[in-house]
């Protein structure tokens, strides 16, 4: 079957939406709305309120162009991969063949650096030269001390991450930036306490049965990692203690018997 090929303005327009997507979590860190409603050349405006707008401008602007130059390293990979050389990928970008070569080893070579702050602080990690943002799963510090859990437990079951950033002072070291939600949406730190398994732990339970009432409350609920609200928390709890008085009284009417 013949593959259709995006006309040049489809393919404009998937980038700028991309551009869009990378940049939007970034500008809302550094700009609110409040702030974004101000003409910044109004004369209503301190001297010193404007003198901090234009620089907080700069440092988005910064951002993104740091997005665009991200999607230029990962198209120019691309294009590599689908056979052009440097030459070709040089004069498109209007950069040098040999900076289009930089740029390509950029999204091949990996180098080691370092996380600092958030749920991976301290840990060396390899990640590729071209990348300036990284993001990680946003793990269980409890889970460290219990690797016989980890095939039982789906990392992709109800998943927080974590956004790092490279420092402009160190770029070996990257710096903690926020918690995000699979689809990008900002979000608070993860409360790992109402995961399943360690509900499971704290009540003495196996995670499987505390899974299977789980699912009992929310058939939504896909496996021991998902997390859970105070109040469903609170509502499973009565439920598993409920379930368990009812066998207790069983188990004593058939000893009655």
Not at 29 to 43: F, H, K, V, Y
Request: charged share 30%; aromatic share 8%; glycine share 4%.
């Amino acid at each position: 079957m013949r593959v259709r090929r995006r006309a040049p303005a489809e393919t404009v327009t998937t980038v700028e939406d991309l551009v869009c997507q990378l940049a939007a979590g970034k500008l809302h860190a550094i700009w609110s709305e409040s702030r974004a409603t101000w003409d910044l050349d109004s004369g209503l405006r301190r001297r010193e309120q404007r003198r901090q707008d234009y620089l907080t401008l700069l440092a988005m602007i910064r951002t993104v162009q740091d997005a665009l130059d991200e999607i230029a390293e990962r198209y120019a990979y691309r294009a590599k991969h689908d056979g052009a050389d440097f030459a070709e990928i040089g004069a498109a970008a209007s950069i040098s063949r040999q900076a289009a070569r930089q740029r390509h080893l950029r999204q091949t070579v990996r180098k080691p650096v370092t996380m600092s702050g958030g749920p991976h602080d301290g840990r060396p990690m390899d990640i590729l030269l071209g990348d300036s943002v990284v993001r990680l799963l946003a793990f269980d510090p409890w889970l460290e001390d219990r690797p016989w859990l980890d095939d039982s437990l789906d990392p992709a079951d109800d998943p927080v991450y974590a956004i790092y950033q490279r420092t402009r002072d160190n770029p070996d070291v990257y710096r903690f930036q926020r918690y995000e939600n699979p689809d990008g949406a900002p979000t608070d730190e993860p409360d790992h306490h109402l995961r399943l398994y360690r509900l499971a732990d704290t009540w003495g339970l196996s995670s499987r049965v505390v899974l299977h009432y789980a699912k009992r409350l929310d058939p939504r609920i896909r496996g021991e990692s998902s997390r859970l609200d105070p109040d469903a928390a609170d509502k499973l709890r009565a439920l598993i203690e409920e379930i368990a008085r009812q066998q207790e009284s069983a188990r004593q009417d058939y000893a009655g018997t």
